[in-house]
C-alpha cells in the first residue's frame, strides 16, 4: 500500500486510486454494500456452525470479495468523475477511502457472516469477521490508515489467508 501513497504523492491520482481500491479489494476481502452504500457491520454472533463445508465456503467467501472489488471499482471511477483530480490532495483521498473504497466492506462483512461456518470452524471464521469489523471502525476513524504498510486491515486478511481463502487474502 506505500505504493498507493508514493502514486498519490507523485499525481497519479487515477492510478493511485485504482490501486487503493484493488488493494484494499485484496486485503479486505472484498465486500458488497447495501442499498444506501451504508451497511451495517454483521456481528460475530450471526456466524453459527452451518452445513457449508470448507471448500464451499472458501469459494463462496472469494466470490464476495471479486463482487465487492468491482462495487469499489465502479465507486472510485464515480466518484473520479463525480469530483475530477480531487484524490490528489490528502482530503480527497480521504473522500475517496470513506465514499467509495470503505462502504463495501459494510456489506462483505455482512456476506462473509451469513456464510456460517462450518462444523467446528465457527471461531476461525468469527476471528476474521471481529478483525474486519475491527478494522473497518479504524478505517473510518482514520482513513489514511489503509495506506500504511501495517494497516488494520493486515491482520485480519492474514487471517483470511491462513483459513485458506485465496482472492480475499491475496498479498498485494
Known amino acids: 500500500m506505500k505504493q498507493v501513497a508514493d502514486q498519490v504523492r507523485g499525481g ?17 476481502c472484498g465486500g458488497s454494500s447495501d442499498a444506501t452504500g451504508q451497511g451495517t457491520t ?14 464451499k465456503l472458501i469459494k463462496r467467501g472469494d466470490a464476495i470479495c471479486v463482487k465487492t472489488d468491482k462495487r469499489q471499482q465502479a465507486g472510485l471511477v464515480a466518484f ?24 463495501p466492506i459494510h456489506g ?35 482513513p489514511k490508515s489503509i495506506l500504511e504498510s501495517e494497516g488494520p486491515f493486515k491482520a485480519p486478511a492474514e487471517l483470511a489467508a491462513n483459513y485458506g481463502f485465496e482472492y480475499c487474502a491475496a498479498p498485494v
Not at 42 to 55: F, G, L, N, Q
Not at 80 to 101: N, Y
Request: proline letters at 4%.
Open 80 to 103: 473520479e468523475k463525480e469530483h475530477p483530480g480531487t484524490v490528489k490532495s490528502p482530503a480527497g483521498l480521504e473522500a475517496v477511502i470513506l465514499q467509495a473504497a470503505l462502504p
Open 108 to 142: 462483505e462483512i455482512k456476506e462473509l457472516a451469513a456464510l456460517g461456518a462450518p462444523k467446528g470452524d465457527r471461531a476461525k471464521m468469527s476471528a476474521i469477521i471481529e478483525g474486519l469489523e475491527k478494522a473497518l471502525r479504524i478505517a473510518e476513524r482514520k
Open 42 to 55: 454483521a456481528s460475530i454472533a450471526t456466524i453459527s456452525d452451518a452445513t457449508i463445508t470448507k471448500a
Open 12 to 28: 497519479w491520482a487515477l492510478a493511485a486510486g485504482a490501486a487503493l481500491v484493488a488493494a484494499l479489494a485484496i486485503a479486505c
